[in-house]
């Protein structure tokens, strides 16, 4: 077994060799969902975006299975107070975006951020990659297994205003679940959880891997929840 550690030198290798049994499904999601079945929002076939990546990290807390999030800061200019994953754009240093360079930036990102040790993460595969139109990014969903725990929280207040996780059997239960209108008029599955709304991008990968993985359970999608749901 090879674990994704030193993020700066040496390969950065994806395994699935150890992941516990829960994980199965989610490897096989994994290995056989098309980028049309993610998002009707798809790379440019001009090139064009900015290549980024995300950390989908699973880990096992008191609850079972669970999921690591972090809430942005209100004052950034995108995507203020909204719950994400850990991630951002490749910076030269992460190497080759069509390489391991996603996989790099999901695990320093992830430090940045969270203060997440990297050298206790199992990288186990890579969703294909999907567009954020209103931000212009290109982005690999990475997926690892939170092997050795290390604590985590806020790096830069400036940037993140909390970390934290969110147990699986949450995110699947119907009572956290609704659908969420942004002023576009796009709709979009949403995740009331851990005093969140979790929606947008996040919301959607979260969502189709539930699907994929068979987990989901069947939900009111009648339900809405406004984007501003604390006012």
């Known amino acids: 077994m090879t674990r994704a550690s030193d993020t700066q030198d040496g390969p950065v290798v994806l395994s699935k060799d150890g992941l516990p049994g829960w994980l199965d499904p989610?490897?096989?999601?994994?290995?056989?969902?098309?980028?049309?079945?993610?998002?009707?929002?798809?790379?440019?076939?001009?090139?064009?975006?900015?290549?980024?990546?995300v950390l989908v990290l699973f880990g096992e807390g008191?609850?079972?299975?669970?999921?690591?999030l972090m809430e942005r800061?209100?004052?950034?200019?995108?995507?203020?107070?909204?719950?994400?994953?850990?991630g951002g754009a490749l910076d030269p240093e992460d190497g080759d975006p069509s390489g391991d360079g996603p996989?790099?930036?999901?695990?320093?990102?992830?430090?940045?951020?969270?203060?997440?040790?990297?050298?206790?993460?199992?990288?186990?595969?890579?969703?294909?990659?999907?567009?954020?139109?209103?931000?212009?990014?290109?982005?690999?969903?990475?997926?690892?297994?939170w092997?050795?725990?290390?604590?985590?929280?806020?790096?830069?207040?400036?940037?993140?205003?909390?970390?934290?996780?969110v147990p699986v059997v949450d995110l699947t239960d119907p009572a956290n679940r609704a659908t969420t209108v942004h002023p576009s008029g796009h709709r979009g599955p949403a995740f009331l959880v851990e005093s969140a709304l979790v929606w947008g991008f996040t919301a959607g990968i979260i969502d189709r891997l539930l699907h994929f993985?068979?987990?989901?359970?069947?939900?009111?999608?009648?339900?809405?929840?406004?984007?501003?749901?604390?006012?």
């Open 26 to 53: 989610v490897v096989h999601a994994v290995e056989t969902v098309r980028p049309t079945q993610l998002s009707r929002f798809l790379p440019p076939e001009d090139g064009a975006g900015r290549q980024s990546a």
């Open 62 to 68: 008191t609850r079972g299975p669970e999921l690591l």
């Open 73 to 86: 800061a209100s004052s950034l200019r995108s995507h203020a107070g909204q719950p994400s994953f850990p």
């Open 103 to 145: 996989l790099r930036a999901a695990l320093r990102e992830a430090e940045e951020e969270t203060g997440l040790d990297p050298s206790g993460v199992q990288l186990f595969g890579a969703l294909p990659r999907l567009y954020i139109p209103v931000s212009g990014f290109v982005v690999t969903p990475v997926l690892g297994w």
């Open 147 to 165: 092997r050795e725990p290390s604590p985590v929280g806020v790096v830069d207040p400036n940037e993140t205003a909390r970390v934290f996780t």
């Open 213 to 231: 993985a068979g987990w989901e359970r069947p939900w009111d999608r009648e339900k809405q929840v406004p984007l501003d749901w604390r006012a």
